[in-house]
């Protein structure tokens, strides 16, 4: 059986090759896997949801609704919840979507952190810093298909930031929800869901292949101890049995701590806001747009001109231009920081105190402006707020730079000792 | 290389003249159809671009529109004197409200005719405001927030509060901005009492919908 497969594929070939792909052990190292079983969990759950889903605002009625007339695709969503596990699978969805980012984001600190992101990955820096970008995208596009009043509120918010773009913003926003968001648009959901079920997520699956396709061909990058035991090869486990082994473990260790979050914590109950209706309740945008949605709060009200037709306003700044920069920033780190030789070996962060330091302020950045999403409830004022905003991560930056010089220092000469505990063959690579 | 000395060794006797005719032939042929099929997809991608549907229930209000609720158990019901008193108890002592042709149709499906109604003490008014509320005091904005559209909903310490990003618009002067990222106040529909009915008595006074 085996000699006949092997007759025809050369699967000796291919586990020669493949198979004894070697990967390097760190528990960082994961950070990407549990973003691809994230990808892998809401394609599944996804399937689920739209096998019961209705993409439509007609307007039914039924025991689940109470009698009241309320649009299909919000009666769905009452279906759905009452199926068995219904609720938990759906639930489910909405925490891997949550996971996922989570995790894209750490594992690109990560990659940030060690400079694994120099020649010759530069551009699977680039596709990665895609791939977070439509997965928020491809995240913001599923919030309006409950269509509740919550849901319809924050993705109304996310069409007039889009609309805010000069020039060409109210046509895109207008193609993107088929016209003005309203909770009587008929096109609006028709356009949404497919655009969430099938061309955002086809794109992200393109996206993740490319991805893993350059990393097989670059090959990893590994810890620095690696260069000590074996110099040139690649210190690790081989892809099969044992890598293969530990994602197996890591994947149903994932989903079994995602589902006990989703069931713990069920997602968004629909009944609580209601279908849309003319009245906004209080929203707040999930964690990765709070940034934004901070900001959005502190530009003054002030900033504002004309120029050609367009108009350059708070929402233009806050919703459009600062994310902007900052992603056009991250494409540029592989070329600002640029590695001759090619790389390796991760660097450690504390032997690059200011590359260590940008970074810490950046993420001091995100929590104040995270924490600027609360000024209404909090109280605080918009001086106090421009200050946390803008002073304090520069602050963090020279501080944590002047520590990291301070106490790394003077050890940078001397051969940092690590130990090395033998784990790991030196498999070919 | 090899393939290069490969081809170089194929076009031996060939004028190079010739060659670089073809290649510039090539070329342009690559960029005249690449350009075509940029361009039609464009073509065909209008179609993506959503058609206005004009139907009564999307027409603008109108002088002669009569208010009535927007949400609540009261739905699709004329806005009347006596709403407005029992609401000046409430915790939101306004009704958010749509016009209501002569034709009885509701104009809900134009967001920009999402409308604010309250009545305030005409005391508490500025000149310019007074002018166009009733004489007992029912005053109306367009309730659509200038900043990124959100329904204004809310009321904290005698000012119109926006849930959304915390904009704050002071009713008694031309719903002037008195916090939060707003870009311009929201227009004022200026309205009177007719039958105990409120009814827009002059156009928006100023452009409706969030000013991006
Ligand atoms: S939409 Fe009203 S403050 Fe932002």
């Known amino acids: 059986m085996y000699q006949w497969l092997d007759d025809r594929l050369s699967i000796g070939k291919l586990y020669a090759k493949a198979f004894r792909k070697a990967f390097p052990v760190h528990h960082s190292f994961f950070l990407g896997e549990i973003t691809l079983f994230s990808f892998v969990t809401l394609v599944l759950t996804g399937i689920f949801l739209t096998l019961n889903y209705e993409p439509s605002i007609r307007p039914v009625s039924g025991s689940l609704s109470g009698g009241q007339e309320v649009p299909a695709a919000y009666y769905s969503i009452l279906y759905i919840d009452s199926l068995p596990f219904g609720a938990v699978l759906r639930s489910l969805h909405h925490w891997a979507a949550h996971i996922m980012i989570a995790a894209a984001f750490l594992h690109m600190l990560r990659i940030h952190l060690t400079g694994a992101y120099k020649n010759p990955r530069e551009l699977n820096w680039i596709v990665g810093v895609f791939l977070l970008v439509l997965a928020i995208i491809t995240a913001f596009t599923g919030y309006a298909l409950p269509f509740d009043n919550y849901a319809l509120t924050a993705t109304k918010i996310g069409y007039e930031i889009g609309a805010a773009a000069p020039w060409v913003g109210k046509l895109m926003s207008d193609i993107l929800f088929a016209g003005e968001l309203s909770p009587t648009n008929t096109q609006t959901i028709p356009r949404l869901y497919p655009v969430h079920v099938l061309w955002l997520p086809l794109a992200l699956i393109g996206l993740i292949g490319a991805h893993l396709a350059i990393m097989i061909k670059q090959k990893h990058t590994q810890p620095k101890y690696a260069e000590k035991v074996a110099p040139g090869k690649i210190v690790g486990v081989p892809l099969f049995p044992q890598q293969a082994a530990m994602m197996g473990i890591l994947f149903l260790i994932y989903i079994a701590v995602t589902t006990f979050i989703a069931g713990a914590f069920l997602a968004h109950p629909v009944q609580a806001f209601g279908p849309p209706t003319a009245n906004t309740p209080p929203v707040k945008p999930d964690w990765y747009f709070m940034w934004i949605y901070g900001i959005l709060q502190i530009i003054p009200a002030n900033w504002r001109f004309e120029f050609l037709g367009a108009t350059f306003g708070p929402q233009f700044w806050g919703g459009i231009l600062v994310p902007t920069l900052i992603i056009l920033g991250a494409l540029a780190i592989p070329f600002l920081d640029y590695s001759k030789d090619k790389q390796r070996y991760l660097e450690l962060p504390s032997q690059h105190p200011f590359r260590t330091s940008f970074v810490i302020g950046m993420l001091m950045f995100y929590i104040m402006s995270t924490l600027a999403g609360y000024k209404v409830d909090l109280g605080l004022s918009n001086g106090l707020l421009w200050v946390l905003v803008f002073i304090v991560p520069v602050i963090t930056g020279v501080v944590s730079y002047i520590l990291l010089k301070a106490v790394y220092g003077k050890s940078w000469n001397q051969e940092v000792e690590v130990e090395f505990i033998g784990k790991g063959s030196a498999a070919d690579d | ?212």
């Open chain 2, 1 to 212: 290389m090899a393939d290069h000395e490969a081809t170089a060794h194929h076009h031996h006797e060939e004028d190079p003249q010739a060659q670089a005719t073809r290649r510039a032939i090539l070329q342009a042929a690559i960029g005249v159809s690449a350009g075509a099929a940029v361009l039609s997809t464009l073509w065909v991608g209008a179609g993506l671009i959503p058609r206005e549907e004009k139907v009564p229930s999307k027409e603008p209000v109108a002088v002669g529109d009569t208010l009535v609720f927007a949400t609540g158990p009261k739905a699709g019901q004329e806005i009347t004197l006596d709403d407005l008193r029992a609401a000046q108890g409430e915790k939101i002592p306004f009704i958010i409200a749509f016009p209501k042709s002569p034709e009885n149709v509701v104009k809900k499906d134009l967001i920009t005719n999402t409308v604010m109604v309250i009545l305030a003490d005409p005391a508490k008014m500025s000149p310019e405001t007074r002018q166009h509320a009733s004489p007992e005091g029912v005053l109306a904005y367009s309730a659509v927030c200038k900043h990124l559209g959100c329904t204004v909903s809310l009321w904290q310490n005698d000012t119109w509060l926006c849930p959304c990003h915390g904009g704050k618009y002071d009713i008694y002067n031309q719903a002037k901005v008195v916090g939060g990222p707003v870009p311009a106040p929201v227009p004022q529909l200026p309205v009177k009492v007719e039958g105990g009915k409120v009814v827009v008595a002059g156009e928006f006074l100023g452009k409706p919908g969030a000013d991006v």
